[in-house]
T-cell receptor
Framework: DTAVSQTPKYLVTQMGNDKSIKCEQN?????MYWYKQDSKKFLKIMFS???????INETVPNRFSPKSPDKAHLNLHINSLELGDSAVYFC?????????????FGQGTRLTVV | QKEVEQNSGPLSVPEGAIASLNCTYS??????FFWYRQYSGKSPELIMS????GDKEDGRFTAQLNKASQYVSLLIRDSQPSDSATYLC?????????????FGKGTHLIIQP
């Protein structure tokens, strides 16, 4: 039973389209994250939610909009996709949003914009 | 700019030897430090966490932390070919009112049979 699961695993779409990635965790954690890993494998935080509340919002284009319907789910919607959005997007969760809490990652969504 | 620095490698180590991976970080207020292993095409997998100065051992892995020097390391003893992967150092850093992991760019480790 997967702890942090994302769908879809692969997403190929054309420039200008709008797409969503879904994430669910069954660990009972309060905090969820979205990370982006670019072609150089650099993993960078985008957003964090704690119990449905946005607590971290890094410098990300406003075409990216996260939504957390409950603390077990965090979705990422991307409008007007651009070539530069191609990357692997990882969802993660941790028990708390403070120090000394480990984060666990989903399997990733490889987004390719053509 | 809060950063985590790692040597990207590749670091090549013979099978059975000790692999030593290093990481420095910029935020003196950080309290928790993690090592993740990432195989090609897979997600990061947590292998070690360390919160206090000194050494922490778990099987063949030892994490070392020196907060005064802002330095974290990971030792892998009796290296196996299956240890070949990218190792990501992650540091919990304050962003506004919350903490989030800042990752280094990773060290690509190759264990030579």
């Amino acid at each position: 039973d997967t702890a942090v699961s994302q769908t879809p695993k692969y997403l190929v779409t054309q420039m200008g389209n709008d797409k969503s990635i879904k994430c669910e965790q069954n660990l009972g954690h309060d905090t969820m994250y979205w990370y982006k890993q670019d072609s150089k494998k650099f993993l960078k935080i985008m957003f964090s939610y704690n119990n449905k509340e946005l607590i971290i919002n890094e410098t990300v284009p406003n075409r990216f909009s996260p939504k957390s319907p409950d603390k077990a789910h965090l979705n990422l919607h991307i409008n007007s996709l651009e070539l530069g959005d191609s990357a692997v997007y990882f969802c993660a969760s941790s028990q708390y949003y403070r120090q000394n809490t480990e984060a666990f990652f989903g399997q990733g969504t490889r987004l390719t914009v053509v | 700019q809060k950063e985590v620095e790692q040597n990207s490698g590749p670091l090549s180590v013979p099978e059975g030897a000790i692999a030593s991976l290093n990481c420095t970080y910029s935020d003196r207020g950080s309290q928790s430090f993690f090592w993740y292993r990432q195989y090609s095409g897979k997600s990061p997998e947590l292998i070690m966490s360390i919160y206090s100065n000194g050494d922490k051992e778990d099987g063949r892995f030892t994490a070392q932390l020196n907060k005064a020097s802002q330095y974290v390391s990971l030792l892998i003893r009796d290296s196996q070919p299956s240890d070949s992967a990218t190792y990501l150092c992650a540091v919990n850093m304050r962003r506004g009112g919350a903490d989030g992991l800042t990752f280094g760019k990773g060290t690509h480790l190759i264990i030579q049979p």
